[in-house]
């Protein structure tokens, strides 16, 4: 199951979550794994039935004002049974000055407490969908992801068959670089597949001979993207004499990661075989397919109809012949 820090939470900066930390440094190594909220209005009524500690929850103007306008005691009563439940974190909105006794519990039982300057609706709309997109599953492959046309191209095999090479020559002829080597894939609903390139490796490039380069620098930001759909996955393969290859491309073929099925062709790698353009073509004709044309199989119904347009003329030459 994915999860995520408290201290990753704080450290973001892309998300625009503008988080700074009030109490409860002790809790910062808390996992969060669902990327649902809470605001524990009733909580802090002293209702705690159906509070979730594992989410983050949000505190606004309302739960603010209702915890001042309760008698001390009553406030006191209320937090300590709150932070017994030893929430995940919680969180300030509109930048508002938490009352001392929730930053004391949330001191005393290191419960990261939170603030932001965000409103609470614009606040939870921002941390939902950075939770959704970093708390969905997620997996490592090992290839080469370049952006063809438009097209996720995926390249796997073996070390060593070419899937970098093939790559370079590919940003050589405009297209562009996801991630090398290691490419990190997180699904997205609905049913979509993203790879982008691990942190370290961003960039980079190995290519046995030369070492490490690193394309951003060499062929510019044009050359490269953060992140990609993906859309065909095309697994090199050494060529084997006698081994039967598909020719026709009738039969396709999927392969599953994550739990959804991409489209799989295997491309077989000899001299001679100029693999960076058949990749390039193969993106072409996915393109094609996703508007509805299909090659091979607009040339088995050609393919048929002269065969049958063939068998009738037979027929009725034979039967011509008959009648005479």
Known sequence: MAEISIQELLGEE????????????AGLGKKVSVPRIQKPGLALAGYTTNLHPDRIQVLGSTELTYLAQLPLDKARLNLE???????????ITKGQNPPELLIQEAALRGIPLLRTHHQSSVFISLI?????????????????????????????????IGKSECALDL????????????????????AVLFGEGMDLLHHHMEIRGLGIINIKHLFGVAAIRERKKIDLVIELVQWQDGQEYDRLGL?????????????????????GRNI?????????????????????REFQDRLEQRMAETARLHSHTIIGDNLE
């Open 276 to 296: 960076t353009t058949l990749v390039e073509v193969a993106a072409r004709n996915r393109l094609l397919k996703e508007m509805g044309y299909h090659s091979a």
């Open 14 to 25: 892309e998300a625009g979550l503008d988080l700074e930390l009030l109490a409860g440094e």
């Open 171 to 190: 940003i050589l002829r405009g297209h562009r670089l996801v991630a090398d080597d290691v490419v990190r894939v997180r699904s997205k609903l609905p």
């Open 251 to 271: 039969e396709e073929e999927t392969t599953s990661l994550l739990g959804m099925e991409l489209p799989l062709q295997r491309v077989p790698v000899r001299p």
């Open 81 to 91: 049974q709150l932070c017994a439940l030893d929430m995940s974190c919680m969180i």
């Open 128 to 160: 939902t969908k950075f939770l959704e997109e970093r708390l969905l599953p997620s997996t490592i492959v090992h290839g080469v992801l370049v952006d063809v046309l438009g097209v996720g191209v995926l390249l796997t095999g073996k070390s060593g």
